[in-house]
């Protein structure tokens, strides 16, 4: 089945750890996002990618980071740097029609 | 800049009565795109419909429509005969054309309750 996956559903990450999001697609589009979403609150954009090995910053890149070395994967690393990273972040893949197709989300949780 | 505004935080609809979720956007750029998504309390974000800023008919999607009002700038959603399964956040969207990139940017959403 086409779609797209995020690892893990739901992760633990100590004060001061550096934590990578999985995003992979089989989708064969072209551009993929992250978002971040706090309780009762929208989806805040953190980067975008629109072609294998570029990328953009987002509304809230600060204390985030991306790789696109394949079509097919878009993991994020949340930093130390990020202040306040427990949220839930929803990976999508854009397509023909410009509709956005949503991973299932990580939920990460700072102890 | 771009904004999505959504004036209803909450809203409550009986089985099988139609409801209107309000969506008004802000941009100055002529094409761009707009799109409703729903996301239960499971998580996932569901695509609803889309309609396009150079469409001339209203999107239609099963139960739900898209009632573009271009001069208002307004995208409000209507879900008919209402069913408990549409109890969720209903997010309005929409699609910058920017310089290079699309962005696409969210409403703060509305939760619809469906009541028996």
């Known amino acids: 089945d086409g779609g797209i996956t995020q690892s893990p559903k739901y992760l633990f990450r100590k004060e001061g750890q550096n934590v990578t999001l999985s995003c992979e697609q089989n989708l064969n589009h072209d551009a993929m996002y992250w978002y971040r979403q706090d309780p009762g609150q929208g989806l805040r954009l953190i980067y975008y990618s629109q072609i294998v090995n570029d990328f953009q910053k987002g509304d809230i890149a600060e204390g985030y980071s991306v790789s696109r070395e394949k079509k097919e994967s878009f993991p994020l690393t949340v930093t130390s740097a990020q202040k306040n990273p427990t949220a839930f972040y929803l990976c999508a893949s854009k397509g023909r029609e410009n509709e956005q197709f949503f991973g299932p989300g990580t939920r990460l949780t700072v102890l | 800049a771009q904004k999505i505004t959504q004036t209803q935080p909450g ?14 956007y802000d941009t100055s750029d002529q094409s761009y795109g707009l799109f409703w998504y729903k996301q239960p309390s499971s998580g996932e974000m569901i695509f609803l419909i889309y309609q396009g800023s150079y469409d001339e008919q209203n999107a239609t999607e099963g139960r739900y429509s898209l009632n573009f009002q271009k001069a208002r700038k307004s995208a409000n959603l209507v ?23 699309d962005k696409v940017i969210f409403g703060p959403g509305t939760s619809l309750s469906v009541i028996p």
């Open chain 2, 79 to 101: 879900i008919s005969a209402s069913q408990l399964g549409d109890s969720a956040m209903y997010f309005c969207a929409m699609m910058d054309r920017g310089v290079s990139y």
């Open chain 2, 11 to 24: 809203m409550f609809v009986q089985e099988k009565e139609a409801v209107t979720l309000d969506c008004t």
